[in-house]
Every structure is written in structure tokens, then in C-alpha cells.
């Protein structure tokens, strides 16, 4: 294979008789660019080659990105619609497989209320697909039952910046501004694992001098290279927070001109600090009072400075709060809305952040409007043609939607693009609750854990198999495109949909051709709304690069850095966090003496259900472990290799032991990428925050037995 680089990129990728198509990756928000190299004759995929010329990842691939295109073929793949009778799965016809499901859906319906069916979607899918899911429930469904996976990812990052800036988008700046930073302050994320291509950036403002600030339990891989290493109790990061504002104002660090002119609360802000000392911080957070002086010094001292966070900050009972008093970091300092500073959340998924702005959530609607806002829901009504009194109330989270099925509220499920039966917590509940249901529907293109409790399991298309948008960690928009047909008989998601629909009388409101119709539709249904993407179209991301919302008009040239002038609040200024320490859900006892934390490795994606499929990447990790260190496991005569028991207040398991003296003596961590006995989330706890209803997954109390 030949190839070689030009300033327009790189060019003659493929061997004669191949094609390649330019696409991204499906897996986390850094959405990096691929070419997928595709036969010519046979349609057949080929491999895989890197972008080089994508400004985000500049050919940079991680180990899932390298290996993706290998399930969009893969054995396993579902091929045809299949019927459970008698406990076992039978293919069914396509017609077969509607006829039932409206059925049932309607039977349910019939006898119990538009509501006692639910919607469960997730955002590994396009901005279209997820903005038709939330079509598909309101209007071909009629049910206020509807949220999704998402709300087990970025809702805390979401809360936390909707609280702050009136606005949640998940960067504030471009990631390739990220080279020309002085200070990262890099908070609950695992990114040279979770999201390995970004850290180029770092490496290349480090190279310039850059200090680099790293706050997690576990010494992670970029902990190894770090300035200093905050290494804080799980469940305490509002205080390490606290802390670190309590030293910026002590230490003269605040931009008291920025703050004045743009911000709200400090008073209350400064007040709510006072108390919150070195000493009293390192009390809290175990993290010794040298390291949080020297911390605020170098972030204090830096020119320009970002603040990152992720699942390790937001998957708590406090996330959101956690969330807004790191953003309050860089507030201080008046680095929100300048050039290579700022703050961001690490997206998990690949369109974390699109898929949470177009009507997914419970109480939301295209655009980020608020169901619960008159005027949004008279608007997007106009857009979908139905009354406003025919558009149904907000619903409830997706945790509490399993509370729902055990009540009999929900009678009936349709979840698509996601395994809730791994990713929930405390999945004893959860898998309960399907097993209550009269009639569950799954899309997938592989049978998920979650897919094995359905009564009717529906051939969806891989990534690959469709074109679309995504909206990937900085707020850019940006294409996916289709690589080959449809494997066997699988459909598009959003033709799933639109089938079910027709089935239920409503067809004429899902009148689409293809995903560029959806996607017009949908860019009037966001207009005008907070996050509006209007002005973006598939000629300009093709032409631009990717386009970065808020973008009103197709004259407007987006929005990459936000903030310059003002906040998305009625007053244009920001509001700063309050500090009000409280304990997470479970605290260490005598009986749980231990901290549970829960998280992934590099070699995996979420609940596992594609990346357990790769040879290569089963082989780099084939099973979780219980990640703890040499001291905690003498405590218990444990040794690498033994096996322990796990036991929290919800379950138990026994994973093997793998000693690490880079963990707190007081953390066992277990990553989370396995289903059914080897799910780590039987034992994490379901406490949810009260704003973004996050479940708490990354703090729990359990202890230690000797298997």
C-alpha cells in the first residue's frame, strides 16, 4: 500500500481495486477521522486508515478506532427480525415482526394509557436518529415515557453548565486551541484510556511548557506524566474544588475586573469557602496539603489555563454541583471565552453531545427547548403538525423509568442503541423490571444482554451502513457517511421507527426518504432554541470541516470558542458555584469498610457489546478485575491472581485480583465493560443526583472476602 502526505492530507491510502470513504469513528466523543477502504467490486470492507487531515485527531487512532470497521461485518451481526415463543428466538419476517409489535403497543395502550409504553434510546446514534427518537415517542407514540442512556454519561457535565453559563455545550473552546494552553487541570478523567487521541494535545503544550494537573483516585496513565497528582478520596471533588478557590482568592489569584464584569454570587461564593483550608481540604479529600498549595500556585500562576472533567467528576450524587464548581475555577480566572483556555467535559459517547439536544431527555425538545416552556412546545408542535395540547408532559429519568416498570406504570419498552441490562446501576433492579414488562422491543445489531430479555429483537445497522451527522466533544457538527448496504435484511434505525409509526396510524407524520430529510426537518425543529442548528447543512460541514453550533443562519460561520462577550443567562454573566459540602449516597462503614469506583480501559467501549466481538481487543482484555493496592489486599491475605469477593448492599461477585500501588489503599476499582455475572453495576449504587439524575456509579461502600 502506498501513501504519502500532502498539506491537503494524506493521499493514495488504498490498494488498487478499493475505494475509501471518508467517515469518523463510532465510538467515543473525540469522533476521530478514518477512511474506511472498501473493495470496489464486492462492497466488502477492506481496513481501516487515519485522517490525517481531521484538525481534532490529526491521524490519530486508538485501539477500539483501529479495529471498529471489524464488527460492521462481523458474524454475530443480526440479520433478520426475531420473535421469542416459548422462551426461544425465532426469525420472523419484517411484516411479521411490525404486525406484533403494533399489536401489542396498541393492546397496552388500549388498556392502559398512551403512557404505559416507554422509549429507551441512546447516543451512539446521529443527531437524526436521535432526534427522530424523540419524535417517534411523542408523536408516534404518544408517550411522555421516554429518556436515555446519556443520562448514565454527560447529564452531570450538562446540569452543571446549563447551572453556570445558561447554555450546556460541552467545550467552551476548539480542542486544537489545547496546544497553545499554559495549565490542564484534568479532573475524574482517565483520557489517555478513555479518549487516547487527545492527548496529543497535551504532549504538545507540554512540549511548550505547559504544567499539567491531574485529580483522580487512581495514578491513571496521564497521572504518570503529570506536575502534581491530586490523588482525592472518591466523592469528594466539590471539596477539592472548594479548596483549590478557597487558595485562588487567598493567594490573590482571582481576576476581580473578569469576575466583576462577568460572573455572579462571588460574595456568596467567597463566604461559602472561607472554611475550606488546606488543612481542612486535605481532611476531606486525603490529598496532602502540599499538593493542593502547589496545584493552585501553578493553576493560579498560568496565563492560560483549561479545565477538563469527566465520568470520574460527574457520575456521583453530586455531579452537577461538582461540575459547576470546577467550571468556577476557570471563571475566577477569567478564562472562559479566551483564546486556548477555558473548560469541557470529555463526551463519552460518540454523539454525546448531540444526542442530548434534540428531544432524548424527559423534559427536553429539539433545539435544548424545555417541555415545560409553553412557546417551545407551540413551536416545535408547528414543526411536527400536531397541537400543542397533543404533545405529551415531561416523563421521568431513565433509572427511574425501571422504577416504573416494576409499579406497572410502564407495561412496555422499545429500547434502541443502548444495554441498559450493563449499563444501569444496580442491574438486579433493572433486569427485574424487564422481566415484568408484557412486551419489550430492542433495535440493536448484535443481541445485547439487554436484547436477550426482548419479545421482539429488530435488525438495526451498524454505524457504517447509514449517512448522517454527529456532534462530536468541542460542539462541532460533523458527517458520518455511509460505507456499504445494509447487511441482510437490518434497516436504519430511523426507518424502524418510521415503520413502527405507520403501523400505529401515524405514518404521515414520518414521511421521510432518507436521513438528509430528517436532518432538514430537524434543523427547523432546533431553531431558535439554545442549541441551534439552523444554519448548519451537509454542504457546509463537507466544506467547513465540521461546523460548530449554536448557528442560527447559513451566514453565520459558528460558534468554535464560546462566551467571548457574554453567557447564555438572561443577565449575559455566569453564575459561580456555592460550595455546601455533603457526603456521597454511601460512605465507608464498619461493615463496608471499603470505596467501590467503576470505570473503563482503553480496550473496551461502554457496556462492551461491540468491543467484546474484536479478537484483538478481548485478547488485550478478556475479563474485569479488581484493581486494588498491596496494602488493602494484605489486609485480607490476598495476592495477584487470588480471587476476591466483592459485596455491596445490592450484590455480589468475584473477579480475580490484579495489585497496583497506583490506587488509594482505601479503592477497589473494577472496569465495567462485561454483562450479566461479570457486570460490575450489580453491586454500584442507584442514588441519584437531584438535578441531572445521575446515578452514583463511581462512589460506593463495599467490602472485601477471600474467595
Same mark, same amino acid.
Given at each position: 500500500?502506498?501513501? $504519502? ?87 420472523? %419476517? ?110 504538545? /503544550?507540554?512540549? =511548550? ?72 481540604? %486535605? ?12 496545584? /493552585? ?41 479566551? $483564546? ?107 443481541? %445485547? ?114 462566551? =467571548? ?8 454573566? /455566569? ?133
Amino acid at each position: 500500500m502506498s501513501q $504519502f502526505i500532502t498539506k491537503e492530507g494524506v493521499k493514495n491510502l488504498h490498494k488498487p481495486g478499493e475505494k475509501l470513504v471518508t467517515t469518523h469513528c463510532c465510538y467515543c466523543g473525540m469522533q476521530c477521522g478514518m477512511h474506511i477502504r472498501v473493495e470496489e467490486k464486492t462492497g466488502r470492507i477492506a481496513g481501516v486508515e487515519p485522517r490525517y487531515d481531521w484538525p481534532v485527531t490529526k491521524g490519530k487512532m486508538c485501539p477500539k478506532g483501529v479495529t471498529a470497521y471489524q464488527t460492521i461485518e462481523h458474524p454475530d451481526r443480526i440479520l433478520k427480525p426475531l420473535i421469542k415463543r416459548n422462551g426461544q428466538f425465532h426469525e420472523a %419476517s419484517w411484516d411479521e415482526a411490525l404486525s406484533y409489535i403494533a399489536e401489542n403497543f396498541q393492546r397496552i395502550q388500549r388498556d392502559y394509557g398512551k403512557d404505559a409504553v416507554g422509549v429507551f434510546g441512546g447516543v451512539s446514534m446521529t443527531n437524526e436518529k436521535c432526534y427522530l427518537v424523540g419524535k417517534y415517542a411523542r408523536v408516534g407514540l404518544g408517550t411522555r415515557y421516554i429518556d436515555y442512556n446519556g443520562r448514565f454519561c454527560m447529564s452531570s457535565a450538562a446540569g452543571g453548565m446549563l447551572k453556570t453559563f445558561g447554555i450546556d455545550r460541552g467545550m467552551t473552546l476548539p480542542v486544537p486551541d489545547l496546544e497553545h494552553t499554559d495549565c490542564f487541570f484534568l479532573a475524574g478523567s482517565n483520557s489517555a484510556e478513555c479518549h487516547p487521541t487527545s492527548t496529543q494535545w497535551f504532549w504538545k /503544550a507540554k512540549d =511548550k511548557g505547559a504544567k499539567l494537573i491531574v485529580a483522580d483516585p487512581r495514578e491513571v496513565p496521564i497521572a504518570r506524566v503529570a506536575d502534581v497528582h491530586l490523588d482525592l478520596k472518591p466523592g469528594t471533588d466539590s471539596a477539592l474544588a472548594a479548596g483549590m478557590i478557597h487558595l485562588l482568592i487567598r493567594e490573590g489569584y482571582v481576576d476581580y475586573k473578569y469576575v466583576e464584569e462577568r460572573c455572579n454570587n462571588f460574595e456568596e461564593l467567597k463566604a461559602s469557602v472561607e472554611y475550606c483550608t488546606p488543612e481542612y481540604t %486535605s481532611m476531606i479529600t486525603g490529598i496532602a496539603v502540599e499538593k493542593l498549595i502547589k496545584a /493552585a500556585h501553578i493553576f493560579g500562576q498560568s496565563p492560560r489555563s483549561v479545565v477538563m472533567f469527566a465520568r470520574g467528576v460527574e457520575q456521583q450524587s453530586k455531579g452537577v454541583e461538582n461540575v459547576q464548581m470546577y467550571i468556577t475555577m476557570s471563571l475566577l480566572r477569567g478564562m472562559v471565552g479566551k $483564546f486556548a483556555s477555558g473548560c469541557g467535559t470529555f463526551t463519552g459517547q460518540g454523539n454525546g453531545q448531540g444526542g442530548r439536544e434534540h428531544g432524548q431527555k424527559a423534559d427536553l425538545l429539539p433545539g435544548y427547548r424545555k417541555l415545560t416552556d409553553p412557546e417551545a412546545v407551540k413551536y416545535v408542535s408547528s414543526v411536527w403538525g400536531i397541537q400543542p395540547e397533543e404533545m405529551p408532559k415531561p416523563g421521568v429519568s431513565a433509572y427511574e423509568m425501571f422504577d416504573l416498570m416494576h409499579n406497572g406504570t410502564i407495561r412496555a419498552m422499545h429500547v434502541m442503541c443502548s444495554n441498559p441490562a450493563v449499563s444501569a446501576p444496580n442491574t438486579n433492579h433493572v433486569w427485574k423490571a424487564f422481566e415484568k414488562l408484557d412486551f419489550m422491543v430492542v433495535s440493536d445489531f448484535f443481541m %445485547s444482554e439487554t436484547a436477550e430479555f426482548a419479545d421482539v429483537v429488530l435488525p438495526a445497522t451498524s454505524w457504517a451502513e447509514d449517512d448522517g451527522t454527529t456532534t462530536n466533544l468541542e460542539g462541532r457538527v460533523i458527517r458520518i457517511r455511509k460505507v456499504r448496504d445494509s447487511l441482510g435484511e437490518s434497516k436504519s434505525d430511523w426507518e424502524i421507527m418510521q415503520l413502527i409509526a405507520e403501523r400505529m396510524g401515524k405514518g404521515k407524520f414520518f414521511p421521510y426518504k432518507d436521513a438528509h430529510e430528517i436532518f432538514e426537518e430537524f434543523r427547523v425543529a432546533s431553531k431558535g432554541g439554545p442549541a441551534d442548528y439552523y444554519g448548519v447543512t451537509w454542504e457546509r460541514i463537507d466544506k467547513e470541516d465540521g461546523v460548530f453550533w449554536p448557528c442560527p443562519s447559513e451566514d453565520h460561520p459558528g460558534s468554535p470558542t464560546m462566551f =467571548k462577550e457574554r453567557f447564555n443567562n438572561p443577565d449575559g454573566k /455566569a453564575n459561580l458555584g456555592i460550595f455546601n459540602w455533603r457526603e456521597p449516597g454511601e460512605v465507608p462503614t464498619a461493615e463496608y469498610p471499603h470505596i467501590l469506583t467503576t470505570g473503563r480501559v482503553v480496550f473496551h467501549y461502554l457496556s462492551g457489546n461491540q468491543t467484546r466481538r474484536v479478537d484483538f481487543l478481548m485478547e488485550q482484555c478478556p475479563l474485569p478485575y479488581a484493581e486494588m493496592h498491596p496494602e488493602l489486599a494484605a489486609q485480607y491475605n490476598l495476592h495477584n491472581g487470588d480471587k476476591v469477593k466483592l459485596v455491596t448492599r445490592r450484590g455480589h461477585m468475584e473477579l480475580d485480583v490484579r495489585l497496583t500501588k497506583t490506587i488509594r489503599n482505601d479503592t477497589v476499582f473494577v472496569p465495567y465493560h462485561w454483562g450479566k455475572e461479570l457486570a460490575v453495576n450489580q453491586l454500584t449504587n442507584p442514588c441519584l443526583d437531584p438535578i441531572s439524575r445521575m446515578p452514583e456509579f463511581k462512589v460506593c461502600a463495599v467490602k472485601l472476602e477471600k474467595a
